[in-house]
C-alpha cells in the first residue's frame, strides 16, 4: 500500500443502530476503515461487538444507519435494491460458518450452481466447478455428496462455490467455527493462496486469536469503532483514524443505547445483531 494507492473499499463514518425493546441500540458508531485491493484482513471481538454486522454491509446485504461505503470511489448505497443484488452476484462471494451445501447434489454441482442459476452453459460451469474443486484440494471428491465428505470438505466446497464467478471481494463469517484447529487452520491457509494466486480481498470474521495471526491484518472492534488487534500494529496504518492506531479496547462486546425509540420502530426493527 503507498500513500498514493486508492482504496477498494472506503467506509467513511458509518453507524449502524438496531431497536431492541424499544430502545435503540448503535452496534457501530462512527466508523472509519480503508481496505485496498489484495488484503488479508482479520476482523475480531467477543460476541456482539457487531462484527457480522460490518461484514454484512461489507457485503451490502444491509445499509447502514448513516455514513457511507465507496467501492473504488462509488457510492454503494446509492444503488437502487436490485443494483446492488446485481453488484453482489458480480463482485463479492460469502463462506459462511454453516456451508449450505445441496445435500442431494454433487461438490461438482454445488458448486456449479451459480453458474447455472446465471444461465451458464453445463458444461462450461462444469469445467469452471472442476478447475475450483481442484484448486481447494478436492481433485479426487468431485462426485461426492456433502454427506459423504468431511466437515473441512464440505466448507473446502463451499469456498469454491463462493469463487465461482470470480468475485474481487470474499467475505468468510466464522468460516472455520464448526471445525477444529487443524482443519480451520487449513481452510485459512486455502484463503491465504486463493488470495496470493488470485489476487481476491479477503476478509475474514474469526473468534479464534490462532487463526486471526495467519493474516498479515488484524482488527477488532471496540466500541463500534475498528482498532488495530495490537497497539501501533503498521500493517493497519493508513487504513484507519490515526488517533485510534494506540488505542486500547474498552468494552468491545458492549452496544451502547441511544435513545428510546417509538412503538412504531420498535416494531419495524426489533433486532440485534453480533
Request: charged content about 25%; glycine content about 10%.
Amino acid at each position: 500500500m503507498t500513500e498514493s494507492e486508492t482504496p477498494f473499499i472506503d467506509i467513511q463514518g458509518i453507524t449502524k443502530n438496531f431497536v431492541h425493546r424499544g430502545e435503540r441500540l448503535s452496534v457501530l458508531e462512527d466508523l472509519n476503515f480503508r481496505i485496498f485491493p489484495g488484503d488479508q484482513i482479520a476482523i475480531m471481538g467477543p460476541s456482539g461487538a457487531g462484527k457480522s454486522t460490518l461484514l454484512q454491509l461489507l457485503g451490502t446485504l444491509d445499509v447502514p444507519t448513516s455514513g457511507k461505503m465507496y467501492f473504488e470511489g462509488e457510492d454503494i448505497f446509492q444503488r437502487s435494491s436490485s443494483g446492488l443484488a446485481r453488484f453482489r452476484n458480480e463482485q463479492i462471494g460469502f463462506v459462511f460458518q454453516f456451508h449450505h451445501l445441496l445435500p442431494e447434489f454433487t461438490a461438482l454441482e454445488n458448486v456449479m450452481m451459480p453458474g447455472l442459476i446465471g444461465r451458464m452453459g453445463r458444461r462450461q460451469a462444469a469445467s469452471r466447478a472442476q478447475e475450483l474443486l481442484e484448486q481447494v484440494g478436492l481433485g479426487e471428491r468431485i462426485h461426492h455428496q456433502p454427506g459423504e465428505l468431511s466437515g473441512g470438505e464440505q466448507q473446502r466446497v463451499a469456498v469454491a462455490r463462493a469463487l465461482f464467478k470470480k468475485p474481487r471481494l470474499l467475505l468468510a463469517d466464522e468460516p472455520t467455527g464448526n471445525l477444529d484447529l487443524r482443519t480451520g487452520a487449513g481452510i485459512h491457509a486455502i484463503l491465504r493462496e486463493l488470495n496470493e494466486t488470485t489476487g481476491v480481498t479477503v476478509i475474514v470474521v474469526t473468534h479464534d486469536p490462532r487463526l486471526a495471526e495467519t493474516m498479515p491484518i488484524q482488527v477488532l472492534v471496540d466500541q463500534g469503532r475498528l482498532i488495530p488487534r495490537k497497539q501501533g500494529d503498521p500493517q493497519v496504518e493508513g487504513r484507519i483514524p490515526a488517533e485510534l492506531m494506540d488505542a486500547t479496547p474498552q468494552n468491545p462486546g458492549q452496544m451502547r443505547p441511544v435513545g428510546a425509540v417509538s412503538d412504531t420502530e420498535d416494531n419495524q426493527n426489533s433486532s440485534v445483531a453480533d
